[in-house]
């Protein structure tokens, strides 16, 4: 159950779930964000007092109270106190204005005395109400005379210079409860919902954000991975360039950005508005959602560097830069990098002169700079490469002279010489590890021939001299009689060994000599098959002999060629299979003479040629047979001695053997 849910947390269903609600999310918060933005005034105030409209309603209400009791007072006053006919009409107007407005004044009291003639005027019920004590109590109140002033909310200049120095006192309040029918009803109902709106806008921004934040932060997790713990699988959006994928993702983002401030929002948008912004904004969470998923995929499997368009232009450079200066494309390229540079400096120095001759000092300066620098830079590399060759140079002759530990780091070197320097390393190290493997082989190849000639022959030289007396003693015993027998012949094939061991040793390290002479080919075979043929008639087999009619005589040892000849009959003899046919054939071409025999094998022959011809390896697995296993590696060796080949073949349980040696050069 647990690995079905956690298969489940992968799915691509999860996955577009988790995506609709980052878009949701980021939409809601967007949206939330401008909402308050557009009201952070109202979500700011703590009361509906404090509000631009109710401040500037109530100080009109309170400049047409002053202007009517104050200054207009009637129209027999402005028609008496009138300079001229115009401002006559325009007092009189104003008149009318405010005397309709006052039926509109349901919030609004006021009271208004003159301290001289104890005249009175307000819109609050005396006979039942004190009214300057119900003005104070309001929250919202106001008090003015001539001379001072008492006021929770500013009021405009013009009051005050109306009532400047006169009898006149004022009180204005906005009356709590309010009741409906006039403009503070409307602005507190309207503020009211607005603070219910903005409460409402913040609970939704803040639970849309985290909502957006946990899907965004699984889809980070689960990018590329459809099973837990499994390897990441590429999009194909991942294709694309991270650099080049980049730069896309900015641009649309700033043609969003004018695309939506092109756009008149506001919270009374037409609908339209509202859903082609909501539309460009959705685009933009998709479009930046993807990039963002892409480049997570990329951290994941270590490729946001290396899949970048930088990145893939600069390896590319430098692996052409490694490919010209390896020689692997044609050197055109010298020519092209010798004409650029030429180029760039000629029009660096033209610009130059055109800036002189047009008495430009600041950008003369600068033209001159920008040429010095350019050629400073290519000399610094030139500099740079020619030290790296003096390097390369020193190493090789170090190594020429044997020191094959002399230190060359190409990873300091300039692109044009790093390769070059790479080689010579490399060469150095298949050197020096030739050598060492030469000089293990020497050591192991000395000790074999001194330990085994010393541990060997002296128990050996032992048991010879004690059985050479015990077969000169009186053994009337047949049985004892022929284990001396036994033993002596035991005694001569150890023998035997040890000398074939020693030379074989001898004949591979190079510690015998061949002296060249000239050997007749067919005359040693036929001398050797002439020597074999008794035994070769015990092994009970048929020896065919293949002559050329011309002689063919070869430059080598005879003394080798003899061993040779030996070791490879006696190979025959020992492991061909009774009655069956022998083939040795004698011939020359392309400068060698050489003879080939050819033997159907006893024994299963699993095994390849060059195993055989390694030291105590034989055909003859059971090992029944009476072989050392060092006839052919000490043939080998001896062939490859006197500059000649050594090539087995097997095919099946044929074994075919051909040795061949330069022919003799008549001077």
């Known amino acids: 159950m647990d690995i079905k849910s956690r298969n489940i947390s992968y799915s691509s269903g999860v996955k577009l779930l988790a995506i609709i609600i980052v878009w949701l999310g980021f939409l809601g918060t967007i949206g939330g964000c401008l909402f308050l933005l557009q009201n952070h005034g109202i979500a700011s105030l703590s009361s509906y007092t404090e509000t631009y409209s109710f401040q500037s309603n109530f100080s009109r ?171 990441i699988v590429p999009a194909l959006i991942d294709r694309m360039y991270s650099d080049v994928h980049t730069i896309l993702v900015f641009i649309a983002a700033f043609l969003s950005l004018l695309m939506v401030g092109s756009l008149s929002f506001n919270t009374s948008a037409d609908l339209p508005i509202l859903i082609a912004i909501a539309v460009i904004l959705s685009l933009d969470i998709f479009i930046g959602l993807s990039y963002v998923l892409s480049m997570a995929r990329q951290i994941k499997t270590g490729q946001i560097i290396t899949n970048t368009l930088i990145y893939k232009v600069i390896a590319g450079t430098n692996a052409f830069m490694r490919l010209a200066f390896q020689g692997k494309v044609f050197k055109i390229w010298i020519l092209l990098f010798l004409l650029g540079y030429a180029l760039i400096n000629g029009l660096l120095f033209m610009v130059c002169r055109e800036v002189y001759y047009g008495h430009v000092n600041g950008l003369y300066v600068l033209s001159i700079l920008i040429l010095l620098g350019f050629d400073a830079g290519m000399l610094y590399l030139t500099a740079k490469s020619l030290a790296a060759l003096a390097k390369i140079m020193e190493a090789a002759k170090q190594i020429s002279a044997g020191n094959l530990d002399y230190p060359l780091d190409s990873s300091l070197m300039p692109v044009s010489f790093a390769s070059f320097a790479e080689d010579i390393s490399s060469l150095q190290g298949g050197l020096k590890h030739a050598v060492d493997i030469a000089l293990k082989g020497e050591r192991m190849k000395t000790d074999l021939i001194t330990n085994v000639s010393h541990d060997l022959k002296t128990p050996l030289t032992s048991i010879v001299n004690y059985v050479d007396l015990l077969q000169k003693e009186n053994l009337e015993n047949e049985t004892a009689a022929e284990y001396v027998n036994i033993l002596e012949e035991k005694a001569y094939r150890m023998k035997q060994l040890i000398e074939d061991l020693v030379e074989a040793s001898k004949a591979s390290s190079g510690n015998l000599a061949a002296a060249g002479e000239k050997v007749n080919l067919q005359e040693l075979i036929m001398q050797a098959c002439g020597e074999y043929a008794e035994k070769i008639q015990q092994a009970q087999l048929d020896l065919h002999v293949q002559n050329t009619d011309e002689a063919v005589v070869i430059w080598a040892d005879g003394k080798h060629m003899w061993r040779i000849a030996e070791n490879l009959l006696s190979n025959v003899i020992k492991y061909s299979m009774p009655h069956s046919r022998v083939y040795i054939d004698i011939a020359s071409d392309n400068g060698y003479g050489s003879f080939t025999i050819k033997n159907m094998s006893a024994f299963p022959l699993n095994i390849s040629p060059e195993q055989l011809t390694e030291r105590f390896v034989r055909g003859d697995e059971s090992r029944s047979t009476d072989g050392s296993g060092l006839g052919l590696s000490i043939a080998q060796s001896l062939t490859g001695l006197q500059g000649g080949e050594f090539q087995l073949e097997i095919d099946g349980d044929l074994f075919k053997v051909t040795v061949a040696l330069p022919l003799w050069a008549e001077e």
């Open 61 to 231: 209400l309170l400049y047409n109270t002053v202007e009517y009791h104050v200054a207009l007072k009637s129209e027999d006053n402005i028609k008496d106190s009138a300079e001229d006919p115009q401002t006559e009409a325009e007092n009189l107007q104003r008149l009318h204005r405010i005397e309709n407005r006052f039926p509109t004044m349901v919030n609004f009291v006021y009271y208004v005395q003159n301290t001289e003639t104890g005249e009175t005027w307000t819109n609050i019920n005396s006979e039942t109400t004190d009214p300057i004590q119900f003005i104070q109590k309001q929250p919202a109140a106001a008090f003015f005379n001539g001379w001072t002033s008492d006021s929770s909310i500013p009021i405009t200049e013009n009051v005050a210079d109306m009532l400047a120095g006169g009898p006149i006192e004022i009180y204005a309040a906005v009356a709590e409860p309010l009741q409906p029918g006039d403009v503070f009803y409307d602005d507190y109902m309207d503020y009211t919902q607005a603070q219910s709106d903005t409460n409402l806008a913040s609970i939704l921004t803040i639970l849309s954000f985290f909502l957006m934040a946990a899907a965004f932060i699984y889809l980070i997790y689960v990018a590329g991975r459809r099973e837990a713990d499994g390897e």
